[in-house]
């Protein structure tokens, strides 16, 4: 395998699919906050409303609306996202009816938005949820394709759980502080997991591929989505 490329984010329209709220701070928030230094509009769409994430009740009755304002309060840290909610329920089987609907509701948001670049989660994803965004994806731009659809966004795949094999590594050391902040925003998840710790520790070790004096780095991969 070769060495990843030392690459800077894209410019462009960006459209982000994020599982549940958090993931987009915890996967890629560094990058997410240096293409809004450099001026692209970021969307991000949150496919489930993470109601499961809150197991001890700790946080009262209402997860779902808690963790959609927690993913403002995040995107706004990461310097003004757009975020738009699908609110399905995280933790579910995920069957082939449920795909077909995410994937139409998707095609809409990419009509709407137009993006130049999507993130989603990469393939091979531990975590159901975050796979199973990939799979609506590629669905989606399946049926794009099939509509006569020719301007296909360039896709990158990003990583949360599961490391992935990266072909590119964005350097976002100055960003790091942003990337942090933004997961301490969604506060009832660091209740239960330390993900600053656990992220920034993968973020730290991505840097491996970069200039001495960067300490964080994000790792993405070329989808073969298409």
Same mark, same amino acid.
């Given at each position: ?36 230094? /450099? ?36 995107a706004e ?36 938005? /137009? ?33 006569? *659809?020719?301007? %296909? ?15 590119? %590594? %964005? ?17 009832? /998840? ?10 920034? *520790? ?6 491996v591929y ?17």
């Amino acid at each position: 395998m070769d060495l990843p490329r030392i690459i800077d984010p894209p410019a462009g329209r960006v459209l982000v699919l994020a599982p549940h709220p958090d993931d987009e701070s915890c996967g890629m928030g560094g990058t997410l906050a240096r293409h809004r230094e /450099q001026g692209d509009p970021v969307c991000v769409i949150f496919l489930t409303d993470g109601r499961s994430g809150d197991p001890d009740g700790l946080f009262g009755s209402d997860t779902a609306g808690l963790r959609q304002k927690e993913a403002r309060a995040a995107a706004e840290v990461l310097g003004g996202l757009e975020t738009r909610f699908y609110g399905y329920p995280d933790g579910h089987v995920v069957t082939d009816q449920d795909l077909s609907m995410v994937a139409d509701r998707l095609l809409e948001d990419l009509s709407d938005w /137009q993006p130049d670049l999507i993130y989603v989660p990469w393939e091979g994803e531990a975590h159901s949820d975050h796979a199973k965004a990939w799979s609506a994806l590629s669905l989606a731009i399946q049926r794009l394709r099939a509509g006569g *659809g020719t301007e %296909i966004p360039r896709i990158l795949e990003y990583e949360v759980w599961s490391p992935l094999p990266a072909d590119y %590594i %964005i350097d976002v050391t100055r960003t790091a502080d942003k990337k942090r902040q933004a997961m301490l925003a969604h506060a009832s /998840q660091v209740a239960y997991t330390d993900y600053p710790h656990q992220l920034m *520790g993968l973020a730290a070790h991505r840097s491996v591929y970069l200039p001495k004096s960067s300490r964080y780095g994000e790792a993405f991969r070329e989808s073969p989505i298409h």
